[in-house]
T-cell receptor, first 115, second 113 residues
């Protein structure tokens, strides 16, 4: 298995631009998670999906952030418009049946820099 | 979910056992103890989890005290590649927030040659 795949690995953009981060979870996993990591705030859960349905988006910082999961093998996290304070590493993770185990498998992350 | 307390940093000599402590004094009966680690520039990696009994896998051992208020992650023969931030997390599998891991600041383990 290739593991969780994220693209791009690095993104540099200018303030005000739209940014789209992509994630392909491990096949057969029912849960998908988006996290953000900064030095100041550590690793924060933004949103997670179960069977393509958003379950908890309480960690999404504001309306500029949106996430979708159109099918079981693909998810996007969009920031529009982007701001310098959005600069962070964004991780996607997937998990099999949560409730049985909370083992999450993380992707390599996307390092976002907003100038 | 119960909160955890970990030392911010620890050192360990290569080849020796690394013992990473975690306090979770408010843990409830249904909550599991999970350990993850994050090597620099990588995503977090699952290590091990347990409820009451001690657990061992190919990566590490988890020792949970009888009162379950603390635990220790043991890396039996630490290598330089074990240098990472180690996170101790407690989770209730029956919680309505199933799947929601809350990461604290963790312990930065530095393995030295």
């Amino acid at each position: 298995d290739a593991g969780v795949i994220q693209s791009p690995r690095h993104e540099v953009t200018e303030m005000g631009q739209e940014v789209t981060l992509r994630c392909k979870p491990i096949s057969g996993h029912d849960y998908l998670f988006w996290y953000r990591q900064t030095m100041m705030r550590g690793l924060e859960l933004l949103i997670y999906f179960n069977n393509n349905v958003p379950i908890d988006d309480s960690g999404m910082p504001e309306d500029r952030f949106s996430a979708k999961m159109p099918n079981a093998s693909f998810s996007t996290l969009k920031i529009q418009p982007s701001e310098p304070r959005d600069s962070a590493v964004y991780f996607c993770a997937s998990s099999p049946l949560a409730g049985v185990t909370d083992t999450q498998y993380f992707g390599p992350g996307t390092r976002l820099t907003v100038l | 979910d119960a909160k955890t307390t970990q030392p911010p940093s620890m050192d360990c000599a290569e080849g020796r056992a690394a013992n990473l402590p975690c306090n979770h004094s408010t843990i409830s009966g249904n909550e599991y103890v999970y350990w993850y680690r994050q090597i620099h520039s990588q995503g977090p990696q699952y290590i091990i989890h347990g409820l009451k009994n001690n657990e061992t896998n190919e990566m590490a051992s988890l020792i949970i005290t009888e009162d379950r208020k603390s635990s220790t992650l043991i890396l039996p023969h630490a290598t330089l590649r074990d240098t990472a931030v180690y996170y101790c997390i407690v989770r209730d599998h029956g919680s309505s927030n199933t799947g929601k891991l809350i990461f604290g600041q963790g312990t930065t383990l530095q393995v030295k040659p």
